[in-house]
């Protein structure tokens, strides 16, 4: 079974896109939040759905509006990470330096908790890994959405952290990232769909869901010239180490 270690579920339609993606081998989700609303809504989620874990955090995107609220939701009793947190410098919807302030008080919140963090890190590379050795990087930590090449790998990897790839690894032009893929050891490899959105090929245009999360987990498989059922056992190991049990 599949592990999407990395999802936004619409609190109206995550029962039924939770069914698909079980008919479809994906029996575990991590429900991750971006602002206080939607990190209280996975939380919830969690609680009533044993085939979910959440987040809490705020995105670099919302980084303007604060951490007022988020350290009572990483209280939840099933939220299992800080984030998804950390730079985007590709849309700047909040400031540089609100972005890295807001951060690096994310990162000290995971390393003051002993809790995972979810990164994401767009067009900041360099920034990102300084934030995170200023604050030393959390010994859990998950580079979501992995767009760097081999070069971004072997920095992540170097600081303890963990790769999650998602669709993007099956578009043509995606040459980098499924080297990245073949170079992360395969106990430090996750999968994810960043549902709703970044459909894998086939489906690319479409809604992305959960149930999509195998072939993303296939197209790692063929790059690294192995079997799809290895990548899955793997990953959903990684995922339980990362995240806990659900």
């Known amino acids: 079974m599949w592990v999407d270690s990395h999802c936004h579920l619409a609190p109206d339609e995550a029962a039924a896109a939770l069914d698909d993606a079980e008919a479809a081998g994906v029996d575990r989700v991590v429900d991750v939040g971006t ?27 919302d980084a303007v ?11 939840r009793r099933r939220v299992a990470a800080v984030g998804e947190c950390g730079l985007d410098y590709h849309y700047e919807h909040s400031p540089r330096a609100v972005q890295i302030e807001v951060f690096a008080a994310q990162v000290a919140l995971a390393n003051a908790r002993g809790m995972a963090l979810v990164i994401h890190s767009r067009d900041a590379w360099d920034d990102t890994f300084d934030v995170l050795d200023a604050e030393g990087a959390p010994e859990r930590t998950v580079f979501h959405c992995f767009t760097g090449g081999p070069g971004e790998a072997r920095m992540a990897l170097d600081r303890g952290g963990h790769l999650s790839f998602s669709g993007i690894v099956t578009f043509e032009n995606a040459e980098e990232i499924r080297a990245a893929a073949v170079l992360c ?16 090929v086939p489906h690319r245009g479409r809604r992305n869901a959960p149930a999509m999360v195998p072939f993303v987990g296939a197209a790692v498989a063929r790059a690294r010239g192995i079997d799809p059922l290895g990548v ?13 049990t659900w």
Not at 46 to 61: C, F, I, K, M, S
Not at 65 to 75: K, T
Not at 185 to 195: G, I, K, M, Q, Y
């Open 35 to 61: 602002d206080l609303e939607s990190s209280l809504a996975a939380a919830d989620l969690a609680e009533r759905d044993r085939r979910v874990l959440a987040t809490a955090g705020v995105h670099p995107h």
């Open 65 to 75: 509006a604060g951490l007022e609220g988020i350290e009572p939701v990483l209280d």
């Open 185 to 200: 050891p395969l106990d430090r490899l996750l999968v994810e769909t960043d549902a709703p959105y970044l459909a894998p």
């Open 232 to 244: 899955a056992a793997a990953s959903a190991e990684n995922a339980v180490a990362v995240f806990g």
